[in-house]
């Protein structure tokens, strides 16, 4: 059975600092990664994608990617109190679909 | 671009009514749409897999025919509940992606929420 973990949480940051979001996953055989934020009673959004081992930045967050190690992590800077949410990690794993394994989720609080 | 449109957001009924949820996509072909279920404090679990033209693949313990999807054209489509009881009161949530490369991202609907009375 293919996995995807998550820590939990809640991670709580102030305001201001960085916030890391950790996944790891349990087959060396998988294709993309990608990070989702939910906030409470909506639907995820798309944060970012990453393919490549190392390092790909965007705005605020760099998505890092060690498939040796099988971790794949979020770094949001500047953290704001908008930024808290559940962040979801998905891997697609290569299998010949589409299909994501979402793992449970952090749940990320930034305090004011 | 990549918007995916799902309807209606909320759906109150009483037990026993067949409810039909849409997903479009409005800015592109979806090839494939995929069908998940939430529960409150917990992740997504993928229902269903929707491919244009062909069947639906259903996960294991899911019903196919509680759960009727239909991918009639590159760009809609539905989830039925038939006969929905309480204990299919949840989050529904549709994704789509474009075709091609396995690298494209799942584009989400922003869901669907059934309560049976």
């Known amino acids: 059975q293919k996995e995807v973990e998550q820590n939990s949480g809640p991670l709580s940051v102030p305001e201001g600092a960085i916030a890391s979001l950790n996944c790891t996953y349990s087959d060396r055989v998988s294709q993309s990664f990608f990070w989702y934020r939910q906030y409470s009673g909506k639907s995820p959004e798309l944060i970012m994608s990453?393919?490549?081992?190392g390092d790909k930045e965007d705005g605020r967050f760099t998505a890092q990617l060690n498939k040796a190690s099988q971790y794949v992590s979020l770094l949001i800077r500047d953290s704001q109190p908008s930024d808290s949410a559940t962040y979801l990690c998905a891997v697609n794993f290569i299998s010949g679909t589409y299909k994501y394994i979402f793992g449970t989720g952090t749940r990320l609080k930034v305090l004011a | 671009g990549a918007v995916v449109s799902q309807h209606p957001s909320w759906v109150i009924c009483k037990s026993g009514t067949s409810v039909k949820i849409e997903c479009r996509s409005l800015?592109?072909?979806?090839?494939?749409m995929f069908w998940y279920r939430q529960f409150p404090k917990q992740s997504l679990m993928l229902m269903a897999t929707?491919?244009?033209?062909?069947?639906?693949?259903?996960e294991q313990g899911v019903e196919k025919d509680k759960f009727l999807i239909n991918h009639a054209s590159l760009t809609l489509s539905t989830l039925t509940v038939t006969s929905a009881h309480p204990e299919d009161s949840s989050f529904y949530i549709c994704?789509?992606?474009?075709?091609?490369?396995?690298?494209?991202?799942?584009?989400f609907g922003d869901g669907t929420r059934l309560s049976i009375l």
């Open positions: 990453i393919y490549s081992n």
């Open positions: 800015d592109f072909q979806a090839t494939t």
């Open positions: 929707s491919n244009e033209g062909s069947k639906a693949t259903y």
């Open positions: 994704s789509a992606r474009e075709g091609g490369a396995l690298n494209q991202p799942q584009h």
